[in-house]
């Protein structure tokens, strides 16, 4: 199908800033100049509850929605089901190939060893999540980008409400990225980037995979990235927090990120 210049120029325009909301999302992560142990347990706990609450209450049930289009509910709910708990296993072998946090022969101090495994596992955290949220955005932004070639009136709210709950995943990706290099700036480009997944979404769903994207892969897509999220989440962004020593402050700081996620969908139901 054909659609006007003006009518495409809109809907990549709007997918840009759904995904560039990101990066606010890591500004609100350095905006501390010297996070305490506090901070760094409600920030990872609530990055946890962002991806917790996404991907149960809306990957799974959207991907399971979208598998039904083309076969039996009961079939789409165990093919989602199944997606989901594959997407898990993908990340977990990942993370079983990735190397140890620290080499225990290395003639450091216990302090300095601590600290290095402490910053390596920061670091591993901040790569899979934006790793895990860049492959999330990115069929969102081709969603974004079709509905905005089909009715701007659509469209607009999507955007907006994909923005929003952005920001808090921009913060799941920046907050542990700062603590393992200590560089603001890495944190606001590596939460920046994962958002940019939406507009390279749309621009290579545009060109190449409109033909090919259907109800049945997007489902599949979706279940799994929910899998990859919830380990993430409880393997990785969880006992990150707990580890502070602010154990309450980490669950307190899950609620948060739970509710803050929960409002964003709301607000354009």
């Known amino acids: 199908m054909n659609y006007p210049l003006e009518t495409v120029l809109l809907a990549f325009g709007l997918t840009l800033l759904a995904g560039l909301s990101t990066g606010l999302g890591g500004v609100i992560s350095i905006a501390k100049r010297n996070p305490g142990p506090q901070f760094l347990a409600g920030s990872l706990g609530f990055s946890a509850g962002v991806m917790l609450y996404v991907s149960m209450m809306e990957l799974v049930p959207t991907g399971i929605e ?3 289009k083309n076969w039996e509910e009961k079939l789409a709910t165990w093919v989602g089901v199944g997606a989901f708990f594959a997407g898990i296993a993908v990340i977990a072998v990942i993370d079983r190939l990735a190397p140890e946090p620290m080499n225990p022969h290395e003639p450091d101090a216990i302090s300095d060893r601590q600290r290095k495994q402490r910053q390596t596992a920061m670091m591993k955290t901040g790569t899979l999540t934006a790793l895990a949220i860049g ?5 969102e932004g081709f969603a974004t980008f079709v509905a905005g070639l089909e009715d701007a009136k659509v469209a607009i709210p999507v955007a907006v409400a994909i923005a929003i709950h952005n920001i808090p995943e921009g913060m799941a990706v920046g907050v542990p990225i700062r603590e393992a290099t200590g560089s603001r700036r890495k944190a606001l480009v590596w939460s920046t980037v994962s958002g940019l997944a939406e507009p ?3 621009l290579l769903g545009f060109l190449l995979l409109m033909p090919f994207m ?5 489902g599949v897509v979706f279940a799994a990235i929910a899998g990859v999220m919830v380990f993430i989440s409880l393997d990785e962004l969880l006992p990150a927090a707990v580890a502070t020593g602010r154990h309450h402050t980490a669950i307190y700081g899950l609620i948060a990120g739970m509710a803050v996620m929960a409002l964003s969908l709301l607000m354009f139901l």
């Open 66 to 68: 979208s598998l039904a």
């Open 214 to 218: 259907g109800p049945t892969t997007l």
């Open 200 to 202: 390279a979404g749309a």
């Open 135 to 139: 492959i999330h955005n990115f069929p």
